[in-house]
């Protein structure tokens, strides 16, 4: 169905559409709305609540899912396995923070392409990502912050990872690399 609106006419004129004419119309246009607007791709993220159910300290996320973290939100110690194709991301990086206090690697990311971008990650303990991938599957971060203890370990054969206006500090190592890849790009943000 395509868009009716209520016909009002000019002010004071008594013209356009009665009253059971404007809310059949309007009820009609709200039916539809809500019945597309069901998401089930796109997930909003208040508290950790909204997402699936941690088993044995991780939380797999749906693949070609799109999770928006709208308020600061504490991990503890469950980290984050990615599916095919998931986003994982925030409202912005300085306004929202993710916060990990778990040793493994916070993010996983394992034979497929994701992203993280718009966020803050605080994880003190652990290294932020762990990027393993045998095809040629893509990493994009960007507009990431983070503070914690190493960015990560990335392995790729024929992959690319893309890093945009990435920008914090690790208390212990940086990043490591192996394998052999198709392009990997590495730019902080300005201070």
Do not use: C
């Not at 013209?15 to 009820?27: A, E, H, R, V």
């Not at 054969?157 to 392009?183: E, I, M, P, Q």
Request: glycine residues 8%; hydrophobic residues 45%.
């Amino acid at each position: 169905m395509a868009f009716d609106p209520v016909i009002i006419g000019v002010a004071d004129a008594q013209q356009g559409d009665n009253l059971f004419n404007s809310f059949t119309k309007i009820n009609a246009n709200l039916t539809e709305l809500f019945s597309v607007a069901t998401l089930t791709r796109r997930v909003i993220v208040n508290t950790i609540a909204d997402l699936p159910a941690a088993v044995g300290g991780v939380i797999t996320l749906a693949a070609n899912t799109l999770y928006v973290q709208a308020d600061d939100v504490d991990f503890s110690t469950s980290r984050l396995v990615f599916g095919a194709n998931t986003v994982y991301s925030g409202l912005d990086s300085l306004v929202v923070t993710a916060s990990y206090t778990g040793t493994l690697p916070f993010l996983t990311f394992t034979n497929i392409s994701g992203s993280t971008k718009n966020i803050k990650f605080v994880h003190p303990n652990s290294p932020l990502y762990s990027f393993t991938d045998s095809g040629t599957n893509v990493l994009r971060i960007v507009d990431v912050a983070y503070a914690g203890a190493s960015i990560g370990t990335f392995g790729g054969n024929g992959s690319s990872v893309r890093f945009t206006n990435f920008s914090g500090s690790t208390t212990s190592n940086g990043l490591l690399l192996a394998g052999n890849w198709k392009a990997f790009l590495f730019q902080p943000a300005l201070s």
